[in-house]
C-alpha cells in the first residue's frame, strides 16, 4: 500500500511539472496539445506537374505575425493578389498553404499597405479545397488590371497545423521568404535551470513536420536571440556560459532544422523573420563546427525566476524605483492596455496614427515585458482622459523609451481624440500560474466555484477557498490569473454550482487582495492554519469574469468650476437628515437655524468597454419616498474634506443611488433612466451628472473652521461593482476656506499627475474632458 501511495505522489507531481512546461507556450496562441500525440497528421501537397510553383508570405503593416498582405513569389519576383472576387474561401487557401489551421478573415484595398511588383493574381475563385493558390482558377498568372490600391489581406488562425512542414518548393534561393514553423520553445538543459520558472536560458528548439529540432549556430546572430527572448516575454538578451553548452553538445547527438535564420532584431515572432541559407547538414546530424542555437534572456524587473519546486512566489514589485515614464491602464491582465506617458508632469495618452507594432514593442521591453503581441488602436482598452500627449509615432524599434522615438507634438490640431487611445499586448513569460487555479461547476467557462491545487502533506491536492470575506477585488485576481478577463461578480456561497466533490475541502481562507497580484497565492491570506467557521462546501469562494468591463471617471474640471456655499435651513434638510447626508452634530440642530453646505456637481462618465450596472438586482432596489426614485446602490460615492496633513474633518456621502444617462456623446443613444422603476446604468460613452442643487450633492462644513484643506471624491469607494480600472476613480482638489467663500482649485483625477506634483500641485490647469 505504501508503495503504490508513493507512486501516486510521484505521478501527481510529474503531473504539475508537465503542467507547468506546458504554460510557456500558451501567451504565444499554441495549441494546448503541442506536447501530446497529434491525431491530425500533415502530409506535403502532391501538385499536378504543370502547376505553376509558387510560394506566399503575409508582408505589410502587420499587427501579428499571423496576418497581413498576401504576397506571391513566382519568376523569380515577389508580387500581390488583387481583391477582385476574393473571398474567404480563398484565403482559407492562403492559410492552409502557410500553414495555418484556418483563414478568420479578409480585408480588401490595401489594408495591410501597398505592394509593389507584378499583381500575380486577379479575380481568384476557390472552392477552400485547392492545395495551392495556384490550383484557383484566375485571369492567368500574371493578367491583372489592378491596382496596388487594390491588394488583398487575410488574417489567418494563430494555431499552426499540427506537422506541417515548412518545403521551399522553388530551386531559386530566397532569402526574404518567411519562416512558417509549428512550434517554437526554449528547452532548458542544464539542471539548474530546468528547476526554474520562468525559463530563461536554453536550446532553441522549432517544431516542423511534427519533430522538435535544434537551430544550428553557425549563422545565429544576436538579433535572432532579440527576437526570441521578447517572444517568450523578455526583453533582451545576454551572453551564457559557451564552454558548458559545448561540453553538453558532444554528449548527445542532435536533430537539426535544415535551415539557418535571418532577423532584424524588430521581429514580434519568429515566424516573422526571414528564412536564412540551407544548412548542409553531415551524415551524422552535425552542421560543420556549429552546434545548437543557445539563448539566454533576461526577465523583465517583474518576474524573478524561482525553482519550480515549493512554487514560491515568482511575482514581485519592485520598490524604491524612479517613477517611469509609460505605463498600461485598463488591460486585464499585466501586460496589457492603454498606453499612457507622463508629460510635464501629467499623464496623457498617444494617438492611435501610425501606431504599430513596433512603436508597441518599444512600450513592452520599456515595461519588462517582450515583444508586442498585438498593437491595439480605437480605444480598444478603454478611453483614457486628460491631453494626448503623441501622435503618428515613429520607432526604429531599438529605443529605450517610447519618448526616444519621433512624434508629431501636435496631437490636438490633428483631431486626435480619446476615441484613438493606442494600446499593447505584450508577451509575458509563464509563469505557471494558470496550472494553479480552476473554476468548476459554472454553466460556462467563465464561472464556477473556485478551486486551487497546493500541496498538502508532500502531494499535490485541489480544494476550495473559504468565501467569508470574498469580494471584487479578490475575484479580479482570479480571472487575471485564468486568463479570463475582468471579474463580473464574486459569489460567497456556491452551493448552485456542484464541484469537483474531491476537492471540498478549504486550502485558503482569510485572503484579502490589491487587486494587481497575477496569481491568488501572492494575495494576504491565512498561513497553514486554515480559518473558516462556515467551511469550503456550500459556503466555497466563486466567480463570474468577463472579458470587458465598465470604467467610471469624474469630471474634475465640473467639480472646480460648480462649487460654492449654500447655508440652508434646517426645516428644509428634512429628506437629506433622514439620508445621513448630515453632519452628525445636525440632530441638535433647530429647525430654524441653518446648515452650512460645501455644493458642487459630480459628472460622471464611463470610459470602460461595459455599460456600468449596480450589482444589486431590480427585486432588491430601495424606494425613498423623499426623493421619489428607487436607489440601487447603498454607497456611490464618498466625499471627504481632509486636513492638510490627510486628518479628515467633515465627510458627505451618497446613501444611496439612482444611476442613469443624463447625457451621451454624439451618436450614443441613452438607455438607462430611472423614473417608473426603469433600469438603472451608465452607457459607455455616456455620462451621469448630479447637479449641485440636489439633496445630498454637499459636505456639510457647518462647524469647520477657516483654513486651507484637501477636497476629496471616491467614486464606487467599496469596489461593488467591478472596473477595468479603479486608479482613476478618485478626484483631489485643493481647497480654501475663509469663513465666507470657499475656493476649489487644482482639481485633478488621482494617478493624473506624477507623484512629485501630486504632492504639491503647481499648476495643473489642463483638466479637460476630451469627448469622444
Known amino acids: 500500500m505504501t508503495g503504490s501511495w508513493s507512486l501516486h505522489c510521484h505521478f501527481i507531481v510529474l503531473l504539475c511539472g508537465w503542467q507547468l512546461i506546458h504554460a510557456q507556450y500558451e501567451s504565444l496562441g499554441y495549441p494546448q496539445s503541442y506536447l501530446q500525440p497529434e491525431e491530425e497528421h500533415y502530409s506535403p501537397p502532391e501538385l499536378p506537374p504543370d502547376t505553376p510553383r509558387i510560394q506566399l508570405r503575409l508582408a505589410g503593416e502587420k499587427r501579428k505575425h499571423n496576418e497581413g498582405r498576401v504576397e506571391v513569389y513566382y519568376d523569380g519576383e515577389w508580387g500581390t493578389v488583387c481583391d477582385d472576387d476574393f473571398n474567404i474561401h480563398a484565403a482559407q487557401v492562403v492559410c492552409r498553404e502557410l500553414g495555418y489551421v484556418e483563414a478568420i478573415s479578409w480585408f480588401p484595398s490595401s489594408k495591410y499597405g501597398k505592394g509593389e511588383g507584378r499583381i500575380w493574381f486577379d479575380n481568384v475563385h476557390c472552392t477552400g479545397k485547392e492545395k495551392s493558390l495556384a490550383l484557383c482558377s484566375s485571369n492567368g498568372i500574371g493578367v491583372s488590371d489592378c491596382k496596388h490600391t487594390e491588394d488583398v489581406g487575410v488574417v489567418c488562425s494563430d494555431r499552426r497545423i499540427p506537422g506541417f512542414k515548412f518545403i521551399n518548393t522553388l530551386t531559386n534561393n530566397i532569402d526574404s521568404l518567411n519562416i512558417h514553423v509549428e512550434d517554437v520553445r ?210 526604429s524599434g531599438f529605443e529605450k523609451s517610447i519618448t526616444e522615438c519621433r512624434f508629431n507634438m501636435d496631437s490636438e490640431s490633428l483631431g486626435c481624440s480619446h476615441e484613438e487611445d493606442a494600446g499593447v499586448r505584450c508577451n509575458v513569460p509563464a509563469m505557471g500560474f494558470q496550472q494553479r487555479l480552476r473554476l468548476s461547476g459554472g454553466r460556462n467557462p467563465y464561472e464556477g466555484r473556485v478551486e486551487m491545487l497546493v500541496e498538502r502533506n508532500g502531494s499535490l491536492v485541489w480544494g476550495t477557498v473559504c468565501g467569508e470575506g470574498w469580494g471584487t477585488m479578490e475575484a479580479m485576481v482570479v ?84 462649487t460654492y456655499l449654500e447655508d440652508r435651513p434646517m426645516f428644509m434638510l428634512q429628506c437629506a437628515y433622514e439620508e445621513n447626508c448630515l453632519a452628525s452634530a445636525a440632530s441638535q440642530t433647530p429647525a430654524n437655524s441653518y446648515r452650512r453646505l460645501l455644493r458642487f456637481s459630480s459628472q460622471i462618465h464611463n470610459n470602460g468597454q461595459s455599460d456600468f450596472r449596480p450589482k444589486a438586482s431590480r427585486e432588491s432596489w430601495v424606494w425613498h419616498d423623499c426623493h421619489r426614485h428607487y436607489h440601487s446602490m447603498e454607497v456611490f460615492t464618498h466625499y471627504d474634506l481632509l486636513s492638510p496633513n490627510g486628518t ?125
Not at 559557451?242 to 553538453?248: A, D, N
Not at 486550502?507 to 490589491?514: D, E, K, L, P, Q
Request: aromatic share 10%; with cysteine; glycine share 10%.
Open 186 to 395: 526554449i528547452r532548458a538543459i542544464l539542471s539548474s535551470y530546468r528547476k526554474r520558472v520562468p525559463v530563461t536560458e536554453g536550446y532553441v528548439e522549432v517544431k516542423d513536420g511534427g519533430s522538435w529540432m535544434q537551430i544550428c549556430d553557425e549563422e545565429w546572430s544576436q538579433m535572432n536571440s532579440r527576437v526570441i527572448c521578447g517572444m517568450f516575454g523578455f526583453p533582451s538578451e545576454k551572453r551564457y556560459n559557451t564552454r558548458v553548452y559545448k561540453m553538453f553538445a558532444r554528449r548527445r547527438r542532435h536533430a537539426y532544422w535544415g535551415y539557418s535564420v535571418n532577423c532584424t532584431g524588430n521581429e514580434a515572432h519568429l515566424s516573422s523573420c526571414k528564412l536564412g541559407h540551407p544548412v548542409s547538414l553531415k551524415t551524422n546530424q552535425t552542421c560543420g563546427q556549429g552546434t545548437p542555437v543557445v539563448v539566454s534572456c533576461v526577465p523583465g524587473r517583474a518576474f524573478a525566476p524561482t525553482p519550480m519546486a515549493g512554487y514560491r512566489k515568482a511575482f514581485r514589485q519592485e520598490q524604491s524605483e524612479p517613477q517611469p515614464l509609460v505605463r498600461l491602464r485598463g488591460g486585464a491582465v499585466v501586460g496589457e492596455g492603454r498606453v499612457e506617458v507622463l508629460k510635464n508632469g501629467e499623464w496623457g495618452t498617444i494617438c492611435d496614427d501610425n501606431w504599430n507594432l513596433v512603436a508597441a514593442t518599444v512600450v513592452c521591453r520599456e515595461l519588462g515585458f517582450g515583444t508586442a503581441k498585438e498593437s491595439l488602436s480605437g480605444g480598444q482598452l478603454g478611453q483614457g482622459m486628460g491631453p494626448v500627449h503623441m501622435n503618428e509615432v515613429e520607432c
Open 479 to 562: 480571472c487575471r490569473q485564468l486568463g479570463l478577463g475582468f471579474a463580473s461578480h464574486a459569489f460567497q456561497e456556491t452551493w448552485y454550482w456542484p464541484g469537483d466533490v474531491n476537492a471540498n475541502a478549504v486550502v485558503m481562507s482569510g485572503v484579502r487582495c490589491a487587486g494587481t497580484e497575477m496569481s491568488l497565492a501572492h494575495c494576504l491570506h491565512h498561513g497553514a492554519h486554515i480559518s473558516c467557521a462556515k467551511g469550503g462546501g456550500r459556503f466555497a469562494a466563486g466567480v463570474s469574469c468577463s472579458e470587458t468591463a465598465p470604467d467610471l471617471v469624474l469630471n474634475p474640471q465640473v467639480v472646480e468650476e460648480t
Open 648 to 772: 479628515k474633518v467633515a465627510e458627505g456621502h451618497k446613501a444611496s443611488f439612482c444611476l442613469e444617462d443624463s447625457e451621451c456623446d454624439e451618436g450614443i443613444e441613452k438607455r438607462y433612466e430611472c423614473a417608473n422603476f426603469g433600469e438603472q446604468g451608465i452607457t459607455v460613452g455616456c455620462w451621469d451628472t448630479y447637479r449641485h442643487d440636489i439633496d445630498c450633492q454637499w459636505v456639510d462644513i457647518t462647524d469647520i473652521k477657516p483654513g486651507d484643506y484637501m477636497f476629496q471624491i471616491v467614486i464606487n469607494p467599496n469596489y461593488e461593482v467591478a472596473e477595468s480600472d479603479y486608479t482613476n476613480n478618485i478626484v483631489k482638489c485643493r481647497c480654501r476656506y475663509d469663513g465666507h467663500r470657499i475656493w476649489m482649485y487644482n482639481c485633478h483625477i488621482g494617478g493624473s499627475v506624477s507623484t512629485e506634483t501630486e504632492d504639491t500641485f503647481p499648476g495643473l490647469v489642463s483638466n479637460q474632458v476630451i469627448h469622444r
